[in-house]
């Protein structure tokens, strides 16, 4: 059974950095199509990450340039670095894996061709 497990979860204040961290076991998705997404209270989830099989990155236009996405296979796991927390960061993040490994899931960032998740981690940005 594949599980995707995310840490990390903490309060800073604006201007600060968390790292999150994802453990994947149970399976190979670690080398698939990965992403990184947030709920924020009365929003529907968003993509704010991705990275495809090759190594290839993208991003929602709001965290581009903050947030980094990177995996370490080796580790079976997948981060994000955000720096220079926002506020409107605030939001409960997760972890998920295309277990179809399709490119344009990663490019696109659609919740609905994710189909494992793990069971998030809150962030929490004051002013």
């Known amino acids: 059974q594949v599980q995707l497990q995310e840490s990390g979860r903490g309060s800073v204040q604006s201007g600060g950095s968390l790292r999150l961290s994802c453990v994947v076991s149970g399976g190979t998705y670690i080398n698939y199509c990965m992403g990184w997404f947030r709920q924020q209270s009365g929003k529907e989830r968003e993509g704010v990450a991705t990275?495809?099989?090759?190594?290839?990155?993208n991003y929602a236009d709001s965290v581009k340039g903050r947030f980094t996405i990177s995996r370490d296979n080796a580790k079976e796991t997948l981060y994000l670095q955000m720096n220079s927390l926002q506020p409107e960061d605030t939001a409960m993040y997760y972890c998920?894996?295309?277990?179809?490994?399709?490119?344009?899931?990663?490019?696109?960032?659609?919740?609905?061709?994710?189909?494992?998740w793990g069971q998030g981690t809150q962030v929490t940005v004051s002013s």
């Open positions: 990275v495809r099989s090759d190594g290839s990155t």
């Open positions: 998920a894996a295309d277990p179809g490994n399709r490119d344009y899931a990663c490019t696109a960032r659609r919740v609905e061709w994710f189909g494992r």
